[in-house]
T-cell receptor, first 113, second 112 residues
Framework: GENVEQHPSTLSVQEGDSAVIKCTYSDSASNYFPWYKQELGKRPQLIIDIRSNVGEKKDQRIAVTLNKTAKHFSLHITETQPEDSAVYFCAASNLGGNEKLTFGTGTRLTIIP | DAGVTQSPTHLIKTRGQQVTLRCSPKSGHDTVSWYQQALGQGPQFIFQYYEEEERQRGNFPDRFSGHQFPNYSSELNVNALLLGDSALYLC???????????FGSGTQLSVL
């Protein structure tokens, strides 16, 4: 089955700097890659997702890039703010095929004021 | 418009007991997925229900079972509880599959 690895497990950045979180996946048939943000004690929330027919997607300060050949995708957060502090999870799915959404182990992002 | 609601929010059980967790999907959603999230880990897929049938299942034993009702709400049942079943159980709803899952706040299960 699909295996998703996520790095780093913890990340601290100065407020205003950029943060990058990377994930690799094992199943070349995976075609859907969402990112979820989970604040302490709260539910995971979808922040951005990308399908394999595009290489990059941006939504304000958040962007995701996908390299299908290398089987890795990354989350980029620019101009970080204290409210960006949370645990971020990447995930992968083969929509239309095996489908089930497999999550990475998470990255705890801390924004230092 | 209510999002995904789960009940109860917290539950304490002892080994060997049985537990039922409940989930109501977001309005307009017809598919419910259940995930187990151990402390410090990512959510692990248990199973997904669509049209009142289990459509897909993860690597969980038969002690984990579920149900979906005609109104799309769902239950997760766990029999013969083990200490290792202690976790946050998340329900997520969607329209037909795994795209744009909307999660509930979860049920924190503690097995003593």
């Amino acid at each position: 089955g699909e295996n998703v690895e996520q790095h780093p497990s913890t990340l601290s950045v100065q407020e205003g700097d950029s943060a990058v979180i990377k994930c690799t996946y094992s199943d070349s048939a995976s075609n859907y890659f969402p990112w979820y943000k989970q604040e302490l004690g709260k539910r995971p929330q979808l922040i951005i997702d990308i399908r394999s027919n595009v290489g990059e997607k941006k939504d304000q300060r958040i962007a995701v890039t996908l390299n299908k050949t290398a089987k890795h995708f990354s989350l980029h957060i620019t101009e970080t703010q204290p409210e960006d502090s949370a645990v971020y999870f990447c995930a992968a799915s083969n929509l239309g095929g095996n489908e089930k959404l497999t999550f990475g182990t998470g990255t705890r992002l801390t924004i230092i004021p | 418009d209510a999002g995904v609601t789960q009940s109860p929010t917290h539950l304490i059980k002892t080994r060997g007991q049985q537990v039922t967790l409940r989930c109501s999907p977001k309005s307009g959603h017809d598919t419910v997925s259940w995930y187990q999230q151990a402390l410090g880990q990512g959510p692990q897929f248990i199973f997904q229900y669509y049209e009142e049938e289990e459509r897909q299942r993860g690597n969980f034993p038969d002690r984990f079972s579920g149900h979906q009702f005609p109104n799309y709400s769902s239950e997760l049942n766990v029999n013969a509880l083990l200490l290792g079943d202690s976790a946050l159980y998340l329900c997520a709803s969607s329209r037909g599959g795994y795209e744009k899952l909307f999660f509930g706040s979860g049920t924190q299960l503690s097995v003593l």
